[in-house]
């Protein structure tokens, strides 16, 4: 059972997390418009038509994140969707042979979104 002091910690971390996650993909998301670093990134993951499509999903799933504080499902729909995106993103680091340290990234997200999918909505 959890106590009534520690409650509160466990509110607040659960929304720094869930901040933590929406700004990191609205900044990706937004970069997939605007950085030619990661349109070159994109060309090497073999997915350069794709580019604006992930950055208008990854944008999406951050909003979602952020309304989720009143429309629970809706975060955990935001939530799913960007851990499916970055379980993609494991795969598809896996197939052009990145290192584990340009894959960790990916893994991370997809790990942390998934938390959020089961515990923070």
Do not use: H
Request: net charge positive; proline share 2%.
């Amino acid at each position: 059972m959890e106590s009534t002091a520690t409650a509160p910690i466990f509110k607040q971390l659960k929304e720094v997390i869930i901040l933590f996650s929406a700004l990191s993909f609205l900044f990706y998301g937004t970069g997939c418009f605007t950085s030619l670093y990661l349109r070159a990134e994109f060309e090497r993951y073999g997915f350069s038509a794709q580019r604006r499509l992930i950055g208008f999903l990854q944008i999406c799933g951050s909003l979602a994140l952020i309304i989720g504080n009143w429309l629970p499902i809706l975060g955990k729909a935001g939530a799913l969707g960007l851990a499916l995106m970055m379980f993609a993103g494991v795969i598809v680091r896996i197939k052009i042979r990145d290192t584990f340290f340009q894959t960790t990234p990916a893994i991370f997200y997809c790990l942390l979104n998934t938390y959020l999918v089961f515990f923070a909505y």
